[in-house]
């Protein structure tokens, strides 16, 4: 098992519980996944909340409090990030050293991204969605997708596979890591996602607590590893961190409807000295 102590170590500097995962990725591939501490956010926004509105998500939070939340963050990594526009779909960005410059000053309509280039980093937001985590054996390439129930029953896991097999990375060779998301206990579901998980998985339905009364209980991290072994991803590391749960670590839309977003990175290293020198916020 590789883990970032270089990167774990600052973190434990700066006082933060964001998360390194750990997982058997190569050296030079880095990640990182946000949580509620260390930012300047107030309120239900309390503190580190990455997330801007958009046209499908309003926000309370002050422009220049995210403003100083993504600095703060951009102080942990080789460059900023590629946001994207998340939109519960299957699009997967692809992003070289052209088009990831482009992509920051206009986000990506898409829920997943992936790249070969070193020093480009993948992105997405989330707040109860399910953050995965790519990585190539080989270290040739890296990608990330954000699953909510819709994108994953859509598809988009197989479409982040299949947009990594494109840069030359088979499904057997992937690294997989599931991020914090809410739980089986916590998230409820009606009977039309139970069948759109079954309309093209029958089996799907074994990672569903049938109701006694009320609605059922979705495991959307079951579903998942169900979606990446059916797409041929055989090494599946993470899960189990409930972002419902955890009031005081994780933001949860399901809990607060009012809240921010955490982010969950993924990139290649750019030096061979691992990450740039940065003061610590």
Do not use: K
Not at 2 to 30: K, N
Not at 65 to 79: H, K, M, Q, V
Not at 215 to 239: E, K, M, Q, T
Not at 252 to 265: D, F, I, V
């Amino acid at each position: 098992m590789t883990v970032e102590a270089p990167l774990a170590e600052r973190l434990a500097r700066a006082g933060l519980d964001w998360i390194v995962p750990e997982w058997p990725a190569p050296a030079a591939v880095r990640a990182l996944v946000t949580t509620r501490a260390g930012g300047v956010s107030a309120g239900p926004y309390a503190t580190m909340n990455l997330g801007f509105a958009t046209p499908a998500r309003t926000t309370g939070d002050a422009p220049s409090a995210i403003a100083e939340n993504r600095r703060r963050l951009d102080g942990f990594l080789p460059s900023p990030p590629v946001w994207l526009d998340q939109v519960h779909g299957t699009t997967v960005a692809t992003l070289d050293g052209a088009n990831a410059i482009t992509a920051r000053a206009v986000p990506p309509v898409a829920d997943a991204a992936v790249t070969r280039e070193r020093g480009v980093v993948c992105a997405v937001l989330t707040a109860d969605c399910l953050p995965v985590l790519f990585a190539d054996r080989a270290a040739r390439a890296v990608g990330i997708a954000h699953a909510g129930w819709r994108g994953l029953a859509a598809g988009v896991l197989e479409a982040t596979v299949a947009a990594l097999a494109a840069q030359g990375v088979a499904p057997a060779d992937l690294l997989v890591w599931l991020g914090p998301a809410i739980g089986p206990a916590a998230f409820e579901v009606g009977a039309d996602v139970v069948a759109a998980f079954r309309a093209t998985d029958p089996g799907a339905g074994a990672s569903f607590v049938p109701p006694a009364g009320g609605r059922w209980h979705a495991d959307l991290y079951a579903l998942a590893r169900r979606r990446l072994a059916a797409a041929g991803v055989g090494s599946v590391a993470g899960g189990g961190l409930c972002t419902h749960a955890d009031a005081a670590r994780f933001y949860s839309y399901r809990r607060e409807r009012e809240t921010g977003r955490m982010a969950a990175l993924v990139w290649l290293d750019a030096t061979a000295e691992g990450l740039r020198a940065h003061p610590v916020p």
